[in-house]
């Protein structure tokens, strides 16, 4: 039905505002309204006004847990009684455990059998049922369908739902109803679930607001699917930053397409660097993949002089003992 809509319409309807709004409204008793967060320092160096919105101190570390608690409420008495699965080997597979917990639903999770084991334990520890699978994207889509068919459970994709995307969308609302006035607001790219809510928040709810989106070299399929003009796979996914390795979908790249303003990619060692920074500079904890938002704009600073910019920190589930510095 969404793509629909793409078809005919020359704008997304303005339907998509309206649940826009009542989903973060549902969805408030399941979220915290993370702070926004300055750096002079960091200002300084990019030469931008900076505010970062803290998804990582969002419940479960992440960004995620809204578009998971918001795909769940949609579903009717009969699919809730059933139960969600998905497959993720990382902060979904947390957030749609803990997103069950809460509102009283079971929670299947494919998890890859190389999956860090302190990412199994969180999924078990939020009640999730963590089911195993060989780590190759075939086997976690058979062993989810086999669950969907055997008992009955809803799938609920993490990134390519619009649900999960809208549920995304309302951390951007949350930094433009604080900062209206923000100019471009820069996101990781993976799945394209976040960018893809940021950019409806943006339209919906900004003042000529762009969005950006900051990718590693080694998994740009975003990046290059905007060149082309359609879904691109990954050649690599050599990258520190794990949960940017998924592609887009089907859901979210008419959207990315329509309202994102330009992917930036990053290498490694800048992903690092800008993960030092904010650790050194701001004294809270990201994710290698939180930090490719600010890698992106260190690495174009000289486009965005002045201006006043959003950064969506995604997530701050790290694994201590594997720093990269």
């Not at 990582?56 to 608690?69: E, V």
């Not at 957030?95 to 299947?108: D, P, R």
């Not at 592609?247 to 290498?267: A, C, H, K, M, S």
Request: glycine share 8%.
């Amino acid at each position: 039905m969404f793509n629909d809509f793409i078809k005919f319409e020359s704008d997304l309807p303005i339907m998509l505002k309206e649940q826009l709004i009542k989903c973060h409204k549902n969805i408030q008793p399941y979220i915290h309204n993370t702070p926004v967060l300055t750096s002079q320092s960091i200002n300084e160096i990019v030469g931008t006004e900076l505010f970062f919105k803290c998804e990582n101190f969002q419940k479960m570390g992440a960004f995620k847990m809204r578009g998971a608690s918001n795909a769940i409420m949609q579903l009717s008495k009969t699919q809730k009684e059933k139960g969600v699965v998905t497959h993720s080997s990382g902060n979904f597979a947390q957030a749609l455990a803990l997103a069950a917990k809460n509102i009283g639903v079971k929670a299947f999770i494919v998890m890859p059998s190389n999956a860090p084991q302190v990412k199994k334990e969180a999924v078990s520890g939020y009640g999730g049922n963590v089911i195993e699978c060989e780590p190759t994207l075939k086997a976690r889509t058979q062993c989810a369908q086999k669950i969907v068919n055997e008992e009955g459970a809803t799938f609920i994709h993490p990134s390519n739902d619009i649900n999960v995307i809208i549920g995304q969308g309302t951390a951007a609302k949350e930094l433009l109803e604080t900062h209206p006035d923000l100019e471009y607001i820069f996101t990781p790219i993976g799945g394209g679930g976040l960018i893809a809510g940021t950019a409806l928040a943006a339209h919906y709810y900004g003042n000529n607001c762009r969005v950006v989106g900051g990718e590693p070299f080694e998994a740009d399929d975003a990046y290059r699917s905007l060149k082309s003009g359609k879904i691109e796979s990954n050649l690599t996914t050599n990258s520190i930053a794990d949960g940017l390795k998924t592609e887009l979908g089907d859901q979210n790249f008419p959207i990315i397409q329509q309202y994102v303003d330009q992917i930036i990619r990053v290498t490694e060692k800048e992903i690092i660097q800008a993960m030092r920074l904010i650790w050194e500079r701001m004294k809270i904890i990201v994710e290698p993949s939180s930090a490719v938002a600010l890698a992106a704009l260190l690495k174009e600073k000289q486009s965005f002089q002045n201006k006043k910019v959003g950064i969506i920190l995604s997530g701050g589930n790290v694994d201590v003992n594997q720093l990269p510095f």
